[in-house]
């Protein structure tokens, strides 16, 4: 029967479609061709009965058989009490109970006219040549049985297909990273991965199994943000912490943006923390701000005051009344605000000392309509009180500090 990790087995729910995103070698073609052989035998919980005529769609024909077939985590592998047997010619699996498994290519999305089936499994869907063609027309075919239902694993890709999948309430999504699968793989790979693609766009995407966006149209690209980390920190002559506070507390209410940003001798912009969360009580977005501003030996603390006014540097000065507090209020837009930035990004005068995937996300996610999702970017804001009070001012403190 299903033998692997959590994260492998089907779920207890009433589900049509899971979705299980992975990072490369998380064990996800595994999980996908053990639901397969588990319903063929019908091994509860999984299939009160055996599903007789299965779907298996990759992106080619030759896809199908050396990984979702073959392959060292394919079916053949997996069926450990009985093989089926593999009709070359008809390109099929079939096995002793009279189950079939039939293969599809997405690039012949028209193949999947006419056949039907009370399962279906698609392997790397976000490298399918015809996706939503292919993803239609096997709908359309999974329609036998009391409950049919279909597994998709891939390594995430920003395709529309995907993306709607992900959004789509109906369906489960899982995500498995590649570490997870660690007792599987060369400890000498992980480490090499970690090493040249940890935190890195690349890295979250194949290796954290991530959907990675970028808005053709944003101020940021992924690329000048992976060009401009640099771990090899220097001195800093000044250090702020900027505060952009949320209108409210509740569990869906934006998030507190807490960034850290530094100047260094020959004027570099570096940014370095974000302690952004939600949701936030201003005590503890305060307590937070605090913390870092003497973890960093900062100068100067930056607050937005639209949303709170005399309460923000109120709630600061209950936490350390000691800690310097500027009040900013925001007269222009968002976009307006952060188009400065940018620019002094595209100029190459902005370090980042570590990988802050969640602003960068927002970086990249943001246009001058705001974020896709519509929701405030609060990180991002922070980061643009900081590195403004720090580059679009004259003001200078000369004061040297070591960042570690």
């Given amino acids: 029967m299903f033998r692997g990790r959590t994260s492998q087995l089907p779920p207890h729910l009433d589900w049509r479609t899971w979705l299980i995103l992975g990072g490369r070698g998380s064990g996800k073609t595994r999980a996908g061709a ?88 698609g392997d790397e869907l976000a490298k399918w040549k015809h996706a939503q063609e292919t993803w239609d027309m096997l709908q359309f075919g999974l329609r036998l049985g009391e409950n049919p239902r279909q597994v998709v694993t891939t390594t995430p890709k920003p395709i529309a297909l995907l993306k709607g999948l992900m959004g789509d309430d109906s369906v489960l999504v899982r995500t498995m990273r590649t570490a997870e699968n660690r007792d599987n793989l060369a400890q000498s790979f992980l480490a090499h991965m970690g090493k040249l693609y940890g935190g890195t766009r690349l890295g979250r995407q194949e290796l954290d199994g991530e ?10 690209s992924r690329p000048m943000l992976e060009e401009i980390y640099c771990a090899d920190v220097p001195p800093m002559r000044r250090i702020v912490v900027a ?13 507190c943006g807490i960034v850290a940003a530094g100047l260094d001798a020959t004027g570099m912009g570096w940014v370095l923390a974000d302690e952004s969360f939600a949701p936030a009580k201003p005590i503890q977005w305060a307590r937070g701000a605090v913390a870092l501003f003497h ?6 603390i930056v607050a937005e005051i639209n949303q709170g006014g005399d309460m923000v540097a109120a709630v600061i000065a209950a936490q350390d009344h ?54 405030s970017p609060d990180r991002l804001d922070a980061l643009v009180w900081a590195l403004s009070e720090l580059m679009l001012k004259r003001e200078v403190i000369p004061r040297i500090r070591v960042v570690g």
Avoid at 331 to 356: T, W
Wanted: hydrophobic share 40%.
């Fill in 243 to 255: 505060i952009d506070p949320p209108a409210s507390a509740t569990r869906k209410s934006d998030a």
């Fill in 211 to 220: 959907l990675i966006e970028e808005r053709r149209d944003a101020l940021w």
């Fill in 322 to 375: 000691a800690v310097p507090v500027r009040g900013v209020r925001a007269n222009r837009g968002k976009a307006l605000r952060a188009e400065p930035i940018a620019a002094l990004y595209e100029q190459g005068r902005v370090r980042h000392a570590d990988r802050f995937a969640a602003l960068e996300d927002e970086m990249c996610d943001f246009t001058h309509a705001g974020l896709s999702n519509g929701r």
């Fill in 295 to 300: 973890r960093l030996e900062a100068d100067l």
């Fill in 34 to 121: 053990e639901w397969v052989n588990s319903i063929v035998q019908g091994f509860p919980p999984f299939r009160p009965r055996p599903s007789l005529s299965i779907a298996l769609v990759g992106e080619t024909l030759a896809d199908v058989r050396e990984v979702m077939v073959d392959g060292p985590s394919g079916i053949m592998a997996v069926s450990r009490t009985e093989r089926p047997r593999f009709e070359v010619t008809r390109r099929r699996l079939v096995w002793a109970n009279g189950a079939t498994a039939a293969m599809f290519s997405s690039e012949d999305p028209d193949s999947l006219r006419g056949p039907q089936f009370d399962a279906a499994w």
